[in-house]
T-cell receptor, first 114, second 107 residues
């Protein structure tokens, strides 16, 4: 069964450092998403991406965050200068259709900012 | 997106049916009801969705009331591996998670 894969599974970084989280969406999917979950809290929408552009972003997705599809398979989330409060699980997801609720999620990347 | 209300937690005995309720009284005519679950800290997993008819797949059944103001997810024979947080989400254009129902399946 096709799946969304994410790397790294866990990253520890110092405050102020840049972090790139990587995702390989399901191959025939065209819509990509990042969500995050701070420990013990809700899964929060960050951004959706289609056709090399951001479709929608939440208030959380400020100038510190960026997304990119650098090649035909990877989808990345960059945090420019990490803060302690960026510590969370980051989930990538992909979908075949726009405006659908049927998303396929990866297993997440745990980011710990010290 | 319309809001949903779910009980914070439920228990179910292994092998019995787990019936998870969800209220979505402000749902609009074109909004779908989706159910996801999250096992421990893994990525959310899609279970099932529906608009107005009842739906069934290999994982679960979804019963939507005629007025669409509430629904019930049914896991017909719960196992220990079904212990998870279950999210009922009304979707217009994107998936927004609430706090869900923490289902504990016990032996």
């Amino acid at each position: 069964e096709p799946e969304v894969t994410q790397t790294p599974s866990h990253q520890v970084t110092q405050m102020g450092q840049e972090v790139i989280l990587r995702c390989v969406p399901i191959s025939n999917h065209l819509y990509f998403y990042w969500y995050r979950q701070i420990l013990g809290q809700k899964v929060e929408f960050l951004v959706s991406f289609y056709n090399n552009e951001i479709s929608e972003k939440s208030e959380i997705f400020d100038d510190q965050f960026s997304v990119e599809r650098p090649d035909g398979s990877n989808f990345t989330l960059k945090i420019r200068s990490t803060k302690l409060e960026d510590s969370a699980m980051y989930f990538c997801a992909s979908s075949e259709w726009m405006y659908t609720g049927e998303l396929f999620f990866g297993e997440g990347s745990r980011l710990t900012v010290l | 997106d319309a809001k949903t209300t779910q009980p914070p937690s439920m228990d179910c005995a292994e092998g019995r049916a787990a019936n998870l309720p969800c209220n979505h009284s402000t749902i609009s005519g074109n909004e779908y009801v989706y159910w996801y679950r999250q096992i421990h800290s893994q990525g959310p997993q899609y279970i099932i969705h529906g608009l107005k008819n009842n739906e069934t797949n290999e994982m679960a059944s979804l019963i939507i009331t005629e007025d669409r103001k509430s629904s019930t997810l049914i896991l017909p024979h719960a196992t220990l591996r079904d212990t998870a947080v279950y999210y009922c989400i009304v979707v217009t254009d994107k998936l927004i998670f609430g706090t869900g129902t923490r289902l504990q399946v016990f032996p």
